[in-house]
């Protein structure tokens, strides 16, 4: 396991296979003996080391890249966003904090660092990485605000 024959011509005594097994990269496995080829780790997991027999789930606060050339290395959730699942394969996998928070944890684990505006800012759209200061001639005095109060004359 971790390692395959690749079919070679010309080898001794007219065998088809090789003279040493050869280590599955980076981002593929093999988890059986006698194979003449590795397999890439599936959307959600990845291998950064080379001639391993499997591949590993992809941890929370981010995703597995399969357009990496590794084969699936991992993606930290931006700021503004998070991940509370392991196997995430996509971009999608990360979660936008919610109107009237924020979050600038990189690579967020859970839902728990995307926290409420504070009184004079407010956050009007999902994954903020910080709240914005209410304009002038406005104020806001709630926490969690997604907008802010125009000041009475």
């Known amino acids: 396991p971790g390692s395959y ?3 070679q011509a010309g080898n001794p005594r007219g065998s088809r296979g090789t003279v040493k097994p050869s280590d599955c990269p980076a981002g593929q496995y093999q ?4 194979q003449t080829e590795c397999t890439r780790c599936p959307a959600g997991e990845y291998q950064p080391d080379r001639g391993q027999a499997s591949c590993v789930s992809c941890a ?3 995703y597995c890249d399969d357009a ?3 084969g699936g290395g991992f993606v930290p959730c931006s700021a503004g966003s998070y991940n509370d699942a392991v196997g995430g394969d996509s971009p999608e996998a990360c ?5 009237g928070t924020y979050s600038p944890t990189l690579g967020a684990r859970s839902n728990a660092t995307c926290t409420s505006c504070r009184a004079g800012t407010f956050s009007d759209e ?6 914005k200061d209410c304009p002038a001639g406005t104020y806001q005095s709630a926490t ?4 802010c109060r125009k000041c009475e004359s």
């Open 68 to 70: 990496e050339t590794c």
């Open 126 to 131: 999902p994954g903020l990485d910080k709240c």
């Open 95 to 99: 979660r936008l904090c919610p109107n």
């Open 60 to 62: 929370t606060g981010g």
């Open 31 to 34: 988890s059986e003996s006698r």
């Open 144 to 147: 969690g605000a997604t907008g």
């Open 5 to 7: 024959c690749p079919w």
